[in-house]
C-alpha cells in the first residue's frame, strides 16, 4: 500500500468522526431551540415559582408582593433568560443522550459502566442543590436583605434607650421601601440555585477523579484544612455579604467533600478487590 492510500484510509475515520459530531450537535441545539420556545410560552410561571421565596417574605411582611422593571426592555429579557436556563435544563437529556451516543463507541464495556451511572447522579444532585437553595437558602436570604432595612432603626433605638419610631403616615424620619427590580431580584435567585446545584456536584467529580486514580481517601483526607479555606472562599465568591448564607453553603460543602471523601475510598476498595481477583495484587497488598 502507497503512503498515499494510508493517508486516505487514516483520514476516513476522522471524517466519519467529524460528520457524526456534526449530526450529534444539530439534534442537540435543535433539541435546546425547541425546548427554549416552548419554556418562553411558560416563562411568566416559571418566573412566579423562581420569585415564590421572595413573594413569601413580602406578603409575611404585610407587603404588596410586586415587582418593578426600569426599563421597557427590562422584564422581556427577564422572561428570554429564564427560557434559555429552562430550555437547557429540559433538553439536557437529550443533549447527553446525543453526547453519550458519540463517545460511548469510543469505550470500554468497564468504562462504560464506570460513567454511565455519574450520567444519571450528576442532574440528580444538581436539582437537590437548586432544590436546598430554593426552598431553604433563599427564603432566609430575602428576609435578610429585606429586613435589614427595619432591623437599623429598631437596633439604634435599643442601643440609645429610646423608644422603637412609630410607624406613621405623618413621621418626618427617611423611611425605606423595598421596591424591588425583577431583574436584580431574578439574577440573585438564579445565582443562588447555579451555586448549590454546582456545588453538590462536588462527589460526582472527586469520585470520577478517584476511579482515574488522580486522588485518594487519604490525600483527600490529608488536605482537609486547605480543602476548609477553599470553601470559605468558594462561599464568599458565591453568595452575597450574608453571613448566614455563607454559612450555610459552607456546611453544606464541606458536608459533600466529607462524603466524596468516603465515595472515593469506596471506589479504592472496589479496585482493590478487583485487582486481587485478577492476581495483580497479593491479599495484604493496596493500590
Not at 404588596?64 to 427577564?78: D, H, K, M, R, Y
Request: proline share 6%.
Amino acid at each position: 500500500m502507497s503512503a498515499e492510500d494510508q493517508i486516505e484510509d487514516s483520514s476516513a475515520p476522522l471524517i466519519e468522526h467529524l460528520a457524526e459530531l456534526r449530526t450529534r450537535l444539530i439534534r442537540s441545539v435543535l433539541a435546546f431551540v425547541v425546548a427554549m420556545v416552548a419554556c418562553f410560552t411558560v416563562a411568566q410561571p416559571i418566573l412566579g415559582i423562581i420569585q415564590q421565596p421572595l413573594i413569601n417574605v413580602l406578603v409575611a411582611r404585610g407587603q404588596s408582593p410586586e415587582l418593578i422593571f426600569t426599563a421597557p426592555q427590562e422584564q422581556f429579557f427577564v422572561l428570554v433568560r429564564i427560557s434559555i436556563i429552562a430550555g437547557f435544563a429540559v433538553s439536557f437529556p437529550v443533549i447527553a443522550h446525543q453526547l453519550w451516543r458519540f463517545v460511548a463507541p469510543g469505550l470500554y464495556a468497564s468504562e462504560k459502566g464506570a460513567i454511565l451511572p455519574f450520567l444519571f447522579a450528576s442532574p440528580v444532585l444538581f436539582f437537590m442543590g437548586a432544590s436546598f437553595a430554593h426552598y431553604v437558602v433563599t427564603p432566609l436570604a430575602m428576609n435578610f436583605f429585606i429586613g435589614f432595612a427595619d432591623a437599623i432603626p429598631m437596633l439604634t433605638s435599643m442601643v440609645l434607650g429610646n423608644e422603637p419610631p412609630p410607624v406613621s403616615e405623618s413621621t418626618s424620619e427617611l423611611r425605606t421601601v423595598f421596591l424591588g427590580s425583577i431583574r436584580e431580584s431574578t439574577d440573585l435567585a438564579l445565582k443562588f440555585i447555579f451555586a448549590f446545584g454546582f456545588c453538590f456536584q462536588l462527589p460526582v467529580l472527586l469520585t470520577l477523579l478517584g476511579k482515574a486514580g488522580l486522588v485518594s481517601a487519604e490525600g483527600l483526607g490529608n488536605v482537609r484544612k486547605w480543602a476548609v479555606v477553599g470553601i470559605l472562599t468558594l462561599a464568599a465568591l458565591l453568595t452575597p455579604p450574608d453571613v448566614i448564607t455563607q454559612l450555610i453553603l459552607f456546611v453544606v460543602v464541606y458536608g459533600l467533600y466529607e462524603i466524596s471523601i468516603q465515595l472515593v475510598r469506596l471506589v479504592e476498595r472496589q479496585r482493590n478487590r478487583r485487582l486481587r481477583a485478577e492476581g495483580i495484587l497479593d491479599e495484604d497488598e493496596e493500590f
